[in-house]
């Protein structure tokens, strides 16, 4: 059995099971519509295998680039009965990202996938497959909203990529990751991952330069990696008095590059009291981590010009077992208030760097909490403030609230507020109907899901166990009438102490009828052109561009932990490719139609980025045009005058 060998590795004629199955159109059909939903991720569209697909394919990437099978290599007819490979897609492969499929779908669904994977094993022409599926017509989208989003340019970013270069992210017109509009005024604060921080505001012809960590940091890290280099921006809620703001960005381990930073062409950057901090490790178990996770803190002494004037402060320093997945997201509560326990408090949240998808001890980091992988941190950056409840942190940049949940468990990160998340890369605050501020992260999947996911205090959300309501390693975890149970790890495993995983309270599928490759991020639109909007959250996937919302109420109904209970989500129509792909072209791109590509999305990656304004506005972004639109209306296509 190969190392890979899924569910298709072996087949011999003979099944157990009747063999009209095997022979059913409609078996056929149905199995083809499973295999989309729940295999092609790894082996392939239309059962051809990932490389003949001709598609990158994360997990493959993350474990090394070892290939699944190609599920129709007639070099693996070794003579395995199809009930062997029913028990490979119940059960699983050990030791492999091949979950097991027991309880998560019907027998009869699993029957059918078998049944169509031997239809082309069996030599059924392609073409009776798309004659029998109709794939010549698109499927219906049962999710379909009646709404149209009509998108407008709203700005122009400056051109930071090699457009002819043929990198994933090199020939990006623009990689800016966030728009942020400063505290009390008109201005927006774009960080882009080639190290640029611009700023803008409606009055002005083009965005401003106002830093360049690349010009600061010897050991700046941008050149791969779709999330590598100038990751985030956020404000301080005291900015408009102390002029302080927080930024992540990559550094690469190098012996002959320095970590100290240097002023640059920024003359009024003092860096006299800025010291690199101590590590915090991500166990490697006898491999290299090569990149440096780094939060810091600037704090402007005029912040009302267009240029930086001031210090560089570094908070927290991680290293990574890859540059993928860093720590990504960060936010204060809005809610919060001065004298609030929560006032002033920064929650970090921080993707498992790439280890979800190893086959080896590093696997488990997300689970493990004496790292900070996979988790989001809660950190007060003001080392003044609730110094009476709040210890200082292990580098002395930092305090940690006493409240943490785990404070006092010995051997775990006191900083970690919850952990089990494979990439919690955007994180937003609303109120739930008791008026409750609650914390909201968007959690990108490896194998089958994406997720939206309610934080709350001390939970498991379960990778690389689970990947959202799926149970991807069924022997780590433990079963009884009512529940299910995982160990408690620290750097291995503490039996004497369990916790319940916990679910999203929305998830969509890696399907292109109704999903896509990874989740973008979103906000709850609370601003008043748009009333159709109205509380509702506005969401979308990367690569595809697909946006869609959820009613919040049906999300706030949905965070019970009941892995049979999710939201709802439902698609708005765009013309949002067809702008981008346009718009490529007219500024210079030359990887048409797009850079890139996806599973579900195929050649060319819109990657799709969101952005809100303080009157509740929602802005798109598209980094591969360089472009941030508005919402310029909202068309109800079933209403008629």
């Known amino acids: 059995m ?110 059918n996938i078998v049944a169509y994977i031997h239809s082309r094993m069996g030599g059924m022409a392609q073409s009776s497959i798309e004659k029998l599926l109709d794939t010549g017509s698109q499927p219906r989208n049962p999710e379909q909203s009646p709404y149209t989003l009509v998108l407008s340019d709203y700005i122009s970013m400056p051109v930071t990529g090699d ?60 050149s791969f990696g779709f999330a590598s280099g100038l990751v985030n921006i956020q404000f301080d809620p005291d900015y408009s008095k102390n002029g302080r703001f927080y930024t992540i960005h990559l550094e690469v381990k190098k012996n002959d590059v320095p970590l100290q930073p240097v002023q640059g062409p920024f003359k009024s950057l003092d860096l006299s009291n800025y010291k690199v901090t101590k590590t915090i490790e991500t166990p490697s178990f006898g491999n290299e981590n090569g990149f440096y996770g780094v939060l810091v803190e600037w704090q402007d002494s005029d912040p009302k010009n267009d240029v930086f004037e001031g210090t560089a402060r570094e908070l927290l320093r991680m290293d990574m077992n890859r540059h993928i997945h860093p720590m990504g997201a960060l936010s204060f509560n809005p809610y919060a208030g001065p004298g609030d326990e929560d006032w002033g408090t920064l929650y970090v949240g921080i993707g498992e760097t790439g280890s979800g998808g190893m086959q080896d001890a590093r696997k488990l980091n997300a689970q493990r909490l004496n790292n900070v992988a996979g988790t989001i941190l809660r950190i007060i950056p003001d080392l003044k403030k609730r110094t009476s409840d709040s210890s200082l942190s292990e580098n002395g940049q930092y305090r940690i609230p006493h409240d943490n949940p785990f404070v006092k468990l010995k051997g775990a990160r006191p900083e970690i507020w919850a952990y089990g998340l494979r990439n919690p890369h955007r994180l937003i605050w609303f109120k739930d109907n008791q008026n409750t501020p609650q914390l909201m992260a968007f959690n990108i999947g490896q194998v089958n899901w994406e997720m939206i996911n309610i934080i709350g205090k001390g939970k498991n959300y379960g990778y690389p166990i689970y990947e959202g309501t ?23 495993v503490l039996p004497e102490r369990y916790i319940e995983p916990s679910y999203p309270a929305l998830q969509y599928p890696h399907m292109a009828a109704i999903g896509g490759d990874a989740i973008s991020g979103g906000y709850i639109y609370s601003g008043t052109k748009h009333p159709e909007l ?7 996937d990367m690569t595809t561009g697909n946006i869609w919302y959820s009613d919040i109420a049906s999300l706030v109904d949905a965070n019970d932990d009941n892995p049979e209970h999710l939201a709802a989500k439902f698609a708005f129509t765009t013309t949002l490719r067809e702008q981008v792909e346009s718009t490529y072209k007219k500024r210079g791109g030359t990887q048409l139609p797009l850079p890139s590509r996806g599973v579900i999305a195929g050649p060319g990656r819109i990657d799709l980025r969101f952005g809100q304004d303080r009157s509740g506005e929602i802005f798109i972004m598209t980094k591969s045009d360089g472009m941030i639109r508005k919402i310029e209306d909202v068309v109800d296509r079933e209403f008629k005058n």
Not at 28 to 36: L, P, S, T, V
């Open 2 to 111: 190969k190392k890979y060998l899924c569910f298709a590795a072996l087949f011999a004629p003979a099944f157990t099971y009747a063999e009209t199955v095997m022979a059913d159109p409609a078996a056929i059909k149905d199995g083809a519509m499973r295999y989309q939903s729940y295999c092609a991720a790894c082996h392939g569209d239309a059962a051809e295998g990932a490389i003949n697909a001709g598609r990158e394919i994360s997990i493959i990437t993350d474990s090394g680039g070892n290939q699944p099978p190609d599920l129709t290599d007639d070099a693996s007819l070794y003579g395995t009965s199809p009930d062997d490979i029913l028990a490979i897609i119940e059960n699983g492969v050990p030791g492999t990202m091949m979950p097991a499929w027991k309880g998560r779908i019907t027998d009869v669904e699993m029957k």
């Open 534 to 540: 109205k509380d509702k959250l506005i969401f979308g």
């Open 470 to 492: 799926q149970l991807m390693m069924p022997g780590s975890v433990e079963r009884d009438d009512d529940s299910v149970k995982m160990p408690v790890m620290i750097s291995g």
């Open 163 to 222: 457009l002819n270069s043929e990198s994933n992210t090199l020939s990006q017109i623009s990689r800016m990751n966030f728009i942020r509009q400063e505290p009390e005024t008109e201005r927006w604060f774009v960080p882009d991952l080639n190290g640029p921080l611009y700023i803008f505001d409606d009055k002005q012809a083009a965005p401003v330069e106002y830093l360049n960590l690349k010009s600061i940091f010897p050991a700046f890290h941008d």
